[in-house]
């Protein structure tokens, strides 16, 4: 991918606000936003190693989530350990699955690969909902609250810088994605496997790297957005819907960029909360509103501006300096 | 410098290459030609690692890589170009060449500043900044050669090169080809057109149905009753000279 | 156990009841499945949004009856061409656009479309379970010691019915060759003077009237909700993989399979764990014949 210089600057112009923004605001409910903001966005760029930068599209990265999620809880909750090392554990196991789901990627493509995805998510939801000694089962686990940094109890302003941590580190795996040697040895393999085998690039090897990391990546979210959320619900950590979501944010703000899952989160987030608050008070399920306009979103953005956000921006940028020239 | 001993590759019940035993030294500049189907790409695939051969040895430089993956033998110095070109779609010319040239150069700007000189030396230079997928086919077929070339082999695999080209961009594409093969890169070369090859390769060995029929200097192929029978009801490929 | 025992007549009972299960359940999961293969056979397009077409059949159903008070065997037949309809609609605004598209963006097109209806059901029709209990989902039916709801028996009837009706048009008909002949190849079908496009909102069309028509279907046996798509197009990804996809005959085939596997899984092991072993079976099929089990090339990593 061609670095896009000005993305960079929009990419420190939103991080560094998001900085200052705990220096100048107190509410919670904004707090909690810029947080999930970030923590999606995160996720999405977690999502982007693999299905942006690898090409390799999953539908079933919940399931890495779901892995990193219910280690840290378990962690916490059964065996009182602090969820860092629960977190540890998801990766540990996430890079083990993430290598499963690598392997697939060389066995299959396209849409078979995208539904091995699924099936992979779908038994680890089975399996977490229905081994009720070990899970508590479709119950889900609430994630006991304990102040401090190493139990992760944290307050809405260390929360913000932590998700800015990680938003910041993923975004800088994007840039070294679009910079480095493996980089770009991976968009070659992404654009064309037999051709870059024959330019010397292991290409097999690379992408069950590349998901791996993905893997790895979504893992680490997962864990902090259960410390966060503070309860572990099997039919969400596992669900399609939030696989979707990963790759929606991203597709919408610009697949195999850097700054597109971000923006995807950005925007998609905002509509969310937004939506939920107007809607709220209605009759049930019309908050759901939101999602119904995600499907479309989604439908005309990969038909109309397959770019996304980034691309349509570089575009309007190509337009209007021609105007001016 | 690249043996092959009675390879043979089959596919269910076709045999699509045959016993085919070839010896390439250091320096040659070898033509595999042969009407359609003849088994031409699929010998490729079965040297550059894309196919495994089912019986026969291929070696390069005396070690047999028969069943290796494609960028091990890369790695060894042997690459090649596909007829059906694959270029980085979606990457520019120049961060496809580059993608070569980092095979053996590990720092992204020796690798780009490599990308530069090679690009230059095929004549791409002035699309460096293009999207490869906006290129017309004539520069496509010079992009797979670039970069192939980036990663410095010693032995290049030329898939129908010429193929598709109008005169003009055919002969710069046989100017290449000379060049590189002056500068001392050994180079085998499939052409469905027979005119072309003639013009280059010292030495050409024919296919049929996947069977090598003939090897020798172009003009003793050219009179080859054998050959001529190959290629018969396909004049026109002869006459395109 | 003394094998006088094993074959008593409560064993034999058990097996008959197992395998009449088998084939009643695998006769609605082939018409779930068959409108997948057929849309993915001759479009080379998997429609994840397949399992919502279904939800809106069962929708319908519901509907039907509480508001019109109508069966839903009687709904059947509107609903036939009322998806038929849908169908050919969602081609036209959806789908028409990216039939030549990447397999990602079709992969994405399709689960938008999933997304939106699941979504657009939930702020219509709230999450709320809906249920159809007309008389014949009452009516137990025993048989050589056996017991079966008769909604049961009329949705697997109906359902193999009108999978061989399809079965016969894609054999027997002008219009079923030409959409095998596009299937085969498309640029040969094209050449031929085949208008492709027809060809492709046929097919989508009737993809989607055969699942509109098991959501109807299944409408007495299985409550409606906007995510009820889920848990049968799962399923019906299984039974296609293992017939093969795009392949109308494996897709019956690979219904029993599944079938076969639920049934006797949740004997043994409880309802609970039942769908493990289909996605356990399914990745194991996907992994070892990615063709499916009666496929013959490796049509899951070339021009699939």
Not at chain 1, 31 to 58: F, H, K, P, R, T
Request: hydrophobic share 55%.
């Amino acid at each position: 991918m061609p670095a896009l210089a000005p993305g960079r600057w929009v990419a420190v112009a939103l991080f560094g606000i998001v900085a200052l923004v705990p220096a100048g605001v107190r509410d919670a409910y904004l707090l909690d936003s810029v947080i999930l903001i970030l923590l999606w966005g995160a996720l999405s760029a977690a999502w982007n190693v693999a299905g942006g930068y690898a090409g390799q599209v999953s539908l079933g990265h919940a399931a890495f989530f779901g892995i990193g999620a219910y280690s840290a809880a378990l962690m916490t909750a059964r065996f009182q350990q602090s969820p860092w090392l629960g977190l540890m554990l998801g990766v540990a196991l996430s890079i083990v699955a993430g290598g499963v789901i690598g392997y697939l990627s060389n066995r299959l493509r396209g849409p078979y690969f995208a539904l091995s995805t699924i099936a992979f998510s779908q038994v680890l939801l089975i399996v977490a909902s229905r081994w009720r000694g070990f899970t508590a089962g479709s119950e889900g686990i609430p994630v006991p609250f304990r102040p401090g940094f190493w139990t992760l109890g944290l307050g809405h302003v260390a929360w913000v810088y932590l998700a800015l941590g990680v938003a910041v580190l993923y975004y800088g795996v994007a840039i070294w994605l679009e910079t480095s040697r493996v980089g770009y040895q991976l968009a070659g393999v992404r654009e064309d496997e037999d051709a870059a085998e024959a330019l010397g690039i292991a290409s097999r090897r690379l992408k069950v790297y590349a998901v791996t990391l993905s893997a790895a990546m979504t893992s680490v979210v997962g864990t902090f957005w259960a410390q966060y959320v503070g309860f572990v619900d099997p039919f969400y950590v596992f669900s399609i819907d939030l696989s979707v979501r990963f790759a929606l944010n991203t597709i919408i703000g610009g697949i195999g960029t850097g700054l597109g899952p971000f923006l995807g989160s950005l925007l998609i987030t905002s509509l969310e909360t937004y939506l939920r608050a107007t809607f709220s008070g209605m009759k049930t399920g019309f908050a759901g509103i939101y999602l119904v306009i995600y499907g479309t979103a989604l439908i005309l953005v990969v038909r109309f501006v397959p770019e996304g956000l980034t691309g349509l921006a570089a575009r309007l940028r190509v337009r209007s300096s021609r105007a001016h020239a | 410098m690249l043996t092959l001993e009675r390879v043979t590759k089959r596919f269910g019940g076709l045999t699509a290459v045959r016993d085919v035993s070839l010896e390439v030294r250091e320096g040659d500049l070898l033509g595999i030609i042969g009407p359609n189907g003849a088994g031409k790409t699929t010998l490729f695939n079965v040297i550059s690692g894309y196919y495994r051969p089912d019986a026969g040895r291929v070696l390069l430089a005396g070690r047999d890589v028969g069943g290796e993956p494609p960028h091990v033998i890369c790695r060894l110095g042997l690459t090649r170009t596909f007829q059906i070109v694959k270029p980085f779609g979606n990457l520019s010319v120049l961060d496809n060449v580059m993608i070569g040239a980092l095979t053996h150069l590990p720092r992204v700007a020796a690798a780009r500043d490599e990308a530069r000189r090679v690009i230059d030396t095929c004549g791409l230079g002035p699309y460096a900044a293009a999207r490869a997928r906006a290129l017309p086919v004539g520069l496509r077929k010079r992009l797979e050669v670039a970069r192939a070339l980036a990663t410095r082999p010693r032995l290049l695999l030329l898939d129908e090169v010429m193929a598709g080209l109008n005169p003009t961009e055919l002969g710069g594409i046989v100017a290449l080809i000379r060049r590189l093969h002056a500068e001392g890169l050994t180079l085998i070369v499939i052409e469905h057109i027979m005119a072309a090859m003639m013009r280059l390769a010292r030495r050409i060995v024919v296919l049929h149905h996947g069977e090598t029929i003939a090897e020798g200097r172009p003009d003793e192929i050219t009179r080859d009753p054998r050959v001529i029978d190959a290629y018969l009801g396909e004049e026109f490929v002869l006459a395109e000279a | 156990m003394d094998p006088a025992r094993r074959l008593g007549p409560a064993q034999i009972d058990v097996v008959a009841q197992l395998g009449v299960s088998t084939v009643l359940l695998g006769g609605i999961y082939a018409l779930v499945s068959v409108g997948l293969t057929l849309i993915f056979g001759i479009m080379r397009v998997v429609n994840f949004a397949h399992g919502e077409f279904l939800m809106l059949g069962m929708y319908v159903a519901f509907w039907a009856y509480t508001l019109l008070a109508l069966d839903p065997y009687v709904v059947l037949f509107v609903s036939i061409p009322l998806f038929f309809g849908i169908g050919v609609l969602t081609y036209v605004l959806v789908m028409r656009g990216v039939i030549h598209a990447s397999h990602n963006v079709q992969i994405f097109t399709t689960v938008g479309l999933s997304t939106a209806l699941q979504n657009a059901a939930l702020v219509a029709w709230t999450g709320d379970y809906r249920t159809v209990r007309p008389w014949h989902s009452a009516v137990v039916i025993r048989a050589l010691g056996m017991a079966f709801n008769l909604s049961q028996v009329v949705a697997f009837a109906i359902a193999v019915a009108l999978t061989l009706v399809l079965f016969a048009f894609m054999k027997w008909t002008h219009t079923g060759r030409v959409m095998r002949a596009t299937a085969q190849d498309h640029d040969a079908a094209t050449l031929m003077g085949i208008d492709t496009d027809k060809v492709y909102r046929l097919t989508f069309a009737i993809g989607i009237a055969c699942v509109g028509a098991a959501g109807v279907l299944v409408s007495p046996l299985y409550a409606a909700y906007p995510t009820a798509g889920l848990q049968f197009v799962l399923l019906a990804y299984v039974v296609v993989v293992l017939g093969g996809l795009g392949d109308m005959l494996g897709a019956m085939l690979g219904s029993l399979i599944v079938a076969a596997v639920e049934v006797v899984g949740s004997y043994f092991f409880g309802v609970a764990w039942k769908e493990v072993f289909y996605f356990v079976l399914f990745i194991a099929v996907l992994v070892l014949r990615p063709a499916g089990l009666f496929g013959q090339r490796g049509a899951e990593t070339l021009g699939v």
